[in-house]
């Protein structure tokens, strides 16, 4: 059987959480609308899957799931020039200024949902006939090459795969001969740990381990019966990951994307 192609596999963008952790910038928008230089996170991280082939969304959203609808039902017009006739109310588009060729489902999974539930109702409704889905947070951007694990997830097939990540520490450290001190790293990277950096493939299985029980977290029941089975690979990506939690996480991503040097940021 040919596998299929990253154009066919819907990516499920967990979008509904509170994001508590960094509230001053959520108390009036969901997370995944918290903007890393002139756009939303959301953005970026659909632009990296669309840098492999990937073009198909279904954003599984919760807490103030207006906004997000809001931005993508308005999309073509606030990336456009445009003339509106105020005779008969027609609009002509100019300048189209974007290059985005998604697919992008919007598919409200309830206000407190929790993540693994929320990925088996968009299942049920929208996963169709394809044999692989992507699931990802609506909050880390990473250059890992997601046609790379996609092609190992085939390979070696086993139910699901998720991207390990070194965590980086969030405290200097340093490295010592005895009392003298050697060198500085500010948050230097943590080379011996691996942690879930999300970006993960699933066969449609994984429905099985799954249940639309309001109170299900993926990270919980469910990834650890697929480990228990011996269902999940990882693949290890010793790159660039970040997740943001904090407004110190937005800043650092801001400053990078702005300077021009996001990791992240394919130039198609």
């Known amino acids: 059987m040919t596998p299929p192609h990253p154009s066919s596999i819907p990516v499920f963008i967990l979008c509904g959480g509170l994001g508590t952790r960094i509230k001053e910038e959520t108390e009036f928008r969901p997370k995944p609308m918290v903007p890393v230089g002139d756009k939303p996170i959301i953005w970026h991280i659909m632009r990296i899957y ?16 207006e906004v997000i609808r809001n931005y993508f039902l308005n999309f073509y017009s606030m990336n456009s020039d445009a003339t509106v006739n105020l005779v008969d109310n027609s609009v002509t588009y100019h300048q189209i200024n974007h290059d985005c060729d998604w697919e992008v489902t919007l598919a409200y999974t309830g206000e407190k949902t929790m993540t693994g539930a929320r990925i088996a109702m968009a299942f049920d409704r929208y996963i169709g006939d394809a044999p692989t889905f992507a699931v990802t947070y609506g909050d880390g951007v990473t250059d890992a090459d997601l046609a790379a694990e996609l092609a190992f997830h085939q390979a070696h097939g ?6 390990g990540v070194n965590p980086p520490s969030r405290f200097g450290e340093f490295q010592m001969d005895g009392n003298q001190l050697q060198a500085f790293a500010e948050k230097p990277e943590i080379i011996h740990a691996w942690i879930n950096g999300g970006f993960f493939f699933f066969n449609r299985g994984f429905r099985e381990y799954l249940s639309t029980d309001a109170s299900l977290v993926l990270e919980q029941t469910p990834l650890s019966r697929l480990a228990a089975d011996g269902e999940l690979h990882v693949y290890k990506h010793g790159g660039f990951w970040q997740c943001m939690d904090t407004q110190r996480d937005r800043e650092h991503l801001t400053a990078m994307w702005e300077q021009g040097k996001a990791p992240w940021a394919h130039k198609d």
């Open 50 to 65: 669309s840098h492999f082939g990937f073009r198909k969304f279904v954003l599984c959203m919760g807490y103030k799931s």
């Open 158 to 163: 086993k139910v699901g795969t998720v991207l």
